[in-house]
């Protein structure tokens, strides 16, 4: 399996604009979820997902942000309109089942908001 | 709320002196603690699950344990490729996600 895969890995953008970030999960894993990572606050889960149904959405900052799931092999995180306090590192990662094999996360996408 | 908090934020060490990282945490019933190794420019990738106090899991050099309160992970005879941040996060029975630390950066000098 070719792991959690985001696209893209780099991202630059002005103040305002739309940015949508895609993950593909690994085959057979049931939960998704999406994390922020900044120098300041570390890592943070924003939203994830059970087979395909959004769970837990309460670290979403705001209304700018929105994802979807529509199918078990690929998930968005849009912001719309981005801001330039959006600039971090966002992280998609999968798991399956069994608690104990942790999460595998992609390589994340760095998005810069200027 | 489950809360992790690990020590110390940055930790320097020369090649073959050994340490060791904490990771305290609370939650309402453990399901699993973890600890991960993020490199620079990569995501975290899993290293251990513990599930219980007093169980101990090895990999190499590092050596993770657990108490009913922490984690520590242990690295013996680090080297210069041991450095990264280091994660924990823990899994209680009524969360559907996990709660991560802020991580320990580690960096080993030749």
């Known amino acids: 399996d070719a792991g959690v895969i985001q696209s893209p890995r780099h991202e630059v953008t002005e103040m305002g604009q739309e940015v949508t970030l895609r993950c593909k999960p690994i085959?057979?894993?049931?939960?998704l979820f999406w994390y922020r990572q900044t120098m300041m606050r570390g890592l943070e889960l924003l939203i994830y997902?059970?087979?395909?149904?959004?769970?837990?959405d309460s670290g979403m900052p705001e209304d700018r942000f929105s994802a979807k799931m529509p199918n078990a092999s690929f998930s968005t995180l849009k912001i719309q309109p981005s801001e330039p306090r959006d600039s971090a590192v966002y992280f998609c990662?999968?798991?399956?089942?069994?608690?104990?094999?942790?999460?595998?996360f992609g390589s994340g996408t760095r998005l810069t908001v200027v | 709320e489950d809360q992790v908090t690990q020590s110390p934020e940055a930790l320097r060490l020369q090649e073959g002196e050994s340490s060791s990282l904490n990771c305290s945490y609370t939650?309402?019933?453990?399901?699993?603690l973890f600890w991960y190794r993020q490199d620079p420019g990569k995501g975290p990738e899993f290293l251990f699950t513990?599930?219980?106090a007093g169980e101990e899991k090895e990999k190499e050099r590092l050596k993770a344990t657990l108490t009913k309160k922490e984690s520590f992970l242990h690295i013996t005879a680090p080297k210069p490729e041991d450095s990264a941040t280091y994660l924990c996060?823990?899994?209680?029975?009524?969360?559907?996600?996990?709660?991560f630390g802020d991580g320990t950066t580690l960096t080993v000098k030749p």
């Open positions: 939650v309402s019933g453990l399901r699993g």
């Open positions: 997902f059970n087979n395909n149904v959004p769970i837990d």
């Open positions: 085959s057979g894993h049931n939960s």
């Open positions: 513990l599930y219980s």
């Open positions: 996060a823990v899994h209680s029975l009524n969360a559907g996600k996990s709660t």
């Open positions: 990662a999968s798991s399956g089942t069994a608690v104990g094999v942790g999460y595998t």
